[in-house]
């Protein structure tokens, strides 16, 4: 049986080491560039580029009274560290053989770190969307005091999909294309550039099955907490239930099923890589 | 000084058993189970210091990785109390881009180091790495001898109550050598636990205070480092090992058919007789001359004298110079005779591919009795052929391989070196198990299977590939070529294949796709040579593999063959 609290306390034992892995990614990944870590911010400002001109532009798609690029980035950057993250530890424990073959310990980390480099490159990436919001003059929203909160939901779901498809990575070399195309699924199944009510307009009941997708909520949670006002263009049918509980609901099964197939395939990690 | 223990031991291994499945690639249905460790009991004191021997792929690698927790056992029971540290594989999570200061945190953090013991055991690291004015260099401005120093500085600053040793402490130069082993011996002056896993019996007689003798994943021994070192020694003289292993190798076996003075004396019990011996090639031609690769059939006709039964008829080929290539026979690919009565008969084999390199062959020709213990009629070495081609190196066996180098044009470009290839082959025989000279080029050698895993036993038909990996610092004068040749255990030169070497190369692989050897054990050497054929470096003897094959077909090859028969007086 798996002990939820246990395994926290675990990783929180494992700190240093977690923070040691990330750290040491970032600087080997950015130490040459002439930009450094400035890329971990041009690259999703690129591609909000190409978006924006795609469908803010060219297929004219109504974001509320935001303008495109806040509503857009403001679901973008949460949806980069979710899907980055996930597509990167999924290989990470098979990358890594070398150390899970020669030394033992909380084979987590690797995972955890990968995750850890990721939201490193989120808090980066926020300043951006602030910087956007100012020169918008997008009111702050007053319940930012809760981004913290929304932050740790998002991780946790993040650390219970990446435990589960690393670990099954080592066995089954085909997660990771499967989870490629999840990911690439999911991505239009959450409002990351177009509004909630678009997907309203088509049922009302197709919108509760949507939210169904725990990133749909996160993300809607995201801009609650980020953009002043935004409480307004929720459609009715969505309730505290489909916003908060059903995504806490989600994430505390997939980390629980996380923690579980990752603990029952560690052992034999080292005879499989 | 190690803590107290209300049971006197510190490590306790029960039943310990680890199993790997091997399968068949081209047949799923043929898959083996290996055990790696069997049934292993081991009790060890603290303060002891524990030998780990064996050949290589004895256990001794998978035993320490159990211990160590890397991997978990099939079955048993571990019991530790204390902290394990291990100096199994150097240098876990080095980075390159990062300098020697980031990654000896990063390490020694995976190592089980806190922060504040990193800092405080800080300048002793340094200090004993002697790589005080590198620190803040990137690690690939070290040497690869620099980087094991600062790996191994680390890993023996690590607190620990049982320390894993495994091979590791040719590190360095000799006055580093020393100095890690003047801190193993002060180890030992603390009264800490130590398992060392090594092939060199001096330092395992000098250090130990038990050895453990490995031999098949099986614990042989475990004693007195004397008595447990005669009995490897008597284990790796080979005439010792097969008298406690006779299941292991067919090569013994072989060496007894291949008698060559019996050459040309009949034998046999005359209840059949053999009357002509065709040897025919594709067209149903008789001749002796083959080309490489051609098919050959022996027709052999008889006739019975008196009823016999349970016979098998038996097609043998071997070298002129005695070696035993393949001597199939219609027991061991299954077909029974109950009883032929008195008549004519006739049999025939068909090699469908004479997978020999060129040279002068004998066939012996027999019908035997169920058990093989006595012919009816048996006609040893009588008949002769002639495979026509070049061979100056005296290679056995023409194998398929190739080379598996990403777009080197030169590899298209034909190589004539065949003739001269003979100087090197001839000159390695004085090199047997060691490696050349001080001049190390060869890092190592991987043999490893399709899926990539290392390995060191392989099924008949599987793919084989060989890794030569070459130490990076190294700078050869140009152009310098690469030899990779296959050895049976009895020293017979199988295979050989040599390509010229690129700039920079570092890592040389050659894939045997479907490796048709028999049961066996065999080497993989590798030669570095210049254009003037002056060795270089060579491994020579010292990384082998075994091949476990359904088969019992006497010989070193498998050549794909059909029999036929007909008799006028069968039951």
């Known amino acids: 049986m798996i002990n939820l609290i246990y395994e926290i306390k675990k990783i929180f034992i494992n700190r240093q080491i977690i923070w040691n892995l990330a750290i040491n990614q970032i600087k080997a990944k950015y130490r040459y560039p002439v930009l450094g870590i400035m890329w971990s911010m041009l690259t999703p400002l690129f591609l909000s580029v190409i978006f924006l001109i795609a469908f803010g532009i060219i297929m004219k798609i109504k974001t509320t009274e935001y303008p495109f690029l806040v509503y857009f980035l403001s679901g973008m950057f949460p949806w980069i560290y979710f899907s980055a993250s996930v597509l990167e530890a999924c290989n990470s424990v098979v990358q890594n053989n070398n150390l899970i073959k020669s030394v033992a310990f909380y084979r987590q980390n690797i995972p955890l770190s990968c995750i850890l480099v990721n939201l490193i490159n989120f808090f980066f990436n926020l300043p951006v969307l602030f910087i956007f919001i100012l020169i918008f003059k997008i009111k702050i929203s007053l319940y930012i005091i809760l981004l913290p909160f929304v932050l740790m939901l998002h991780t946790l779901l993040i650390i219970g999909i990446s435990l589960i498809v690393s670990s099954l990575q080592v066995r089954i070399r085909d997660t990771r294309y499967i989870l490629e195309l999840l990911v690439n699924a999911i991505f239009f199944l959450t409002p990351v550039f177009y509004p909630l009510n678009m997907i309203k307009e088509i049922s009302s009941d197709f919108l509760k099955i949507y939210m169904f997708n725990p990133m749909a909520s996160i993300i809607t949670l995201y801009r609650i907490t980020i953009l002043g006002g935004y409480t307004k263009y929720l459609p009715a049918e969505i309730s505290y239930f489909n916003l908060i509980f059903l995504p806490l609901i989600i994430t505390f099964l997939l980390l629980y099923l996380g923690f579980f197939i990752f603990n029952k395939l560690e052992p034999s990690f080292a005879d499989f890589i | 000084m190690p803590i107290l223990y209300n049971d006197m031991y510190i490590l306790e291994l029960k039943n310990i058993e680890k199993k790997f499945i091997l399968k068949d690639v081209d047949n799923p249905y043929f898959g083996s189970e290996i055990y790696a460790l069997k049934d292993i009991n081991i009790k060890v004191q603290p303060g002891q210091i524990i030998g780990l021997i064996g050949r290589n792929g004895s256990g001794k690698t998978t035993l320490l990785n159990i211990i160590a927790g890397i991997t978990s056992p099939t079955s048993g029971e571990i019991k530790i109390n204390g902290k394990v540290s291990c100096l199994i594989s150097l240098g876990v999570g080095f980075q390159n881009e990062l300098s020697g200061r980031e990654n000896i945190y990063l390490n020694a953090s995976l190592l089980g180091m806190s922060k504040s013991e990193i800092k405080n055991k800080f300048n002793e690291i340094v200090k004993f790495s002697e790589l005080k004015s590198f620190l803040d260099l990137p690690l690939h401005s070290y040497s690869q001898g620099m980087k094991m120093r600062l790996a191994f500085s680390v890993a023996i600053n690590v607190d620990f109550d049982i320390l894993l040793i495994d091979e590791i402490i040719s590190v360095g130069d000799i006055s580093f050598q020393k100095k890690c082993f003047e801190k193993i011996e002060s180890f030992k002056k603390e009264g800490k636990t130590m398992i060392v896993a090594s092939q060199s019996m001096e330092l395992i ?6 050895v453990i003798l490995l031999e098949k994943g099986e614990l042989i021994k475990y004693s007195e480092p004397k008595e447990a070192i005669e009995n490897y020694l008597a284990i790796l003289a080979e005439k010792k090992f097969f008298e406690l292993y006779p299941h292991i190798s067919t090569i013994d076996k ?22 002509n011996v065709e040897i025919l090639n594709a067209q149903d031609k008789n001749t002796d001359t083959f080309n490489p690769g051609e098919a050959m059939k022996v027709k052999v006709d008889f006739i019975v004298k008196r009823r016999i039964r349970e016979p098998h008829f038996g097609v043998a080929i071997f070298r002129e110079d005695g070696v035993y290539c393949y001597g199939p026979n219609t027991s061991f690919d299954g077909y029974r005779f109950e009883e032929i009565k008195e008549g004519k008969g006739y049999f025939t084999i068909t090699y469908k591919k004479l997978n020999l390199m060129p040279g002068d062959y004998r066939i012996s020709v027999g019908i035997w009795d169920k058990l093989e213990n006595y012919p009816f009629d048996y006609l040893p070495g009588f008949y002769k052929f002639q495979i026509i081609g070049n061979n100056d190196s ?58 990539g895993l290392l390995r060191d036993s392989f099924s008949y038909n599987e793919t084989l590939i060989v890794d030569v990996e070459l130490e990076d610092k190294v700078y050869l004068e140009k152009p310098f070529f690469i030899w990779v040749g296959i050895f049976r255990d009895d020293g017979v030169y199988c295979h050989g294949a040599f390509r010229k070497l690129a700039e920079k190369e570092r890592e040389i692989r050659i894939i045997y ?30 990384y082998h593999f075994e091949i476990y094959t359904h088969r019992k077909d006497h010989g070193t090859v498998y050549i794909e063959h059909k029999w036929k028969w007909g008799f006028d007086g069968k039951i």
Request: hydrophobic share 35%.
């Open chain 2, 513 to 542: 796709p479907h490796i048709k050897l028999l049961t066996g054990r065999y080497y993989i050497s590798s030669v570095i040579f210049n254009e003037g054929m002056l060795i270089l470096d060579c491994c020579h003897g010292i």
């Open chain 2, 205 to 210: 007689e000098r250090l130990c205070d038990r």
């Open chain 2, 254 to 275: 072989i060496k007894w058919w291949a008698k060559k003075e019996e050459w040309g004396t009949r034998l046999g019990s005359g209840g059949a007789q053999i009357t």
């Open chain 2, 394 to 451: 005296n290679a056995l066996l023409n194998l398929e391989y190739k080379w598996d180098s990403k777009n080197l044009d030169f590899l298209n470009e034909p190589l004539d070196l065949n003739k001269e290839i003979k100087k090197i082959v001839y000159n390695l025989n004085e090199y047997w198990g060691k490696q050349f000279g001080d001049n190390k080029i060869i890092r190592r050698i991987d043999l490893v299977d399709k899926k």
